[in-house]
Every structure is written in C-alpha cells, then in structure tokens.
Nanobody, 116 residues
C-alpha cells in the first residue's frame, strides 16, 4: 500500500520558518520525482517545488531564495525548508510522488498558517 505522510505544518509568525517532511512507503522512492504543492482556500493547487530522482531541484519563482526542497533516499523522505514565511504562503501543503506515465500519488496534506 502506497503511503505519503506529511508533517511539520503549523502556525508561524511572518518571517518565521517551518520544515515540512513527507515520509513515504510502498514505492521505490529513489526513482520517483518528488514535489510539494500548495492549495490556498478558494484557489487551485499549484506546484511549489520539485526534485528529480537525480536530485535536481526547481522552485516556483515566488518561493525562490526562501524555500528549499531536498530528499533523503535512504529515509524515503522529501523535505521542504520554508524560511522567511509570508501570510500569502498560508495554504495546505501536499506531497506528490510521480513516475511519469506510470504512477502519481498524493499525501493528505498539512496546514501551514502564517499569521501574527
């Protein structure tokens, strides 16, 4: 059974930091492209950052320099380090595991709220 379990969300003040984790089970983690997406209330889900099986990372322009995606293949876990958080970063953050044309899996999401 495939499982993607996010953790690390919460309430943080503007300018603060959070580190999201997504631990996986049931997939050959090392071959999957992993990503983080967010969905704010009333908005569509959008890609925040993605990291290939080889470790190449790309980040959405709005988070470049503030967020960093990374992966630990031994732990089958992908991370999103979020620094200098802004109120507009408030959203549910979802972990994604993708193997193009083969499989696509989502976690249940973790809430991130940036507010004073």
């Amino acid at each position: 059974q495939v499982q993607l379990v996010e953790s690390g969300g919460g309430l943080v003040q503007p300018g603060g930091s959070l580190r999201l984790s997504c631990t996986t089970a049931g997939i050959m983690f090392s071959v999957y492209t992993m990503g983080w997406c967010c969905q704010a209330p009333g908005k569509q889900r959008e890609l925040v950052a993605i990291i290939s099986s080889g470790g190449s990372a790309n980040h959405q322009d709005s988070v470049k320099g503030r967020f960093t995606i990374s992966r630990d293949n031994a732990k089958k876990t992908v991370y999103l380090q979020m620094n200098s958080l802004k109120p507009e970063d408030t959203a549910v953050y979802f972990c994604n595991a993708a193997l193009p044309s083969v499989a696509n899996y989502w976690g249940q999401g973790t809430q991130v709220t940036v507010s004073s």
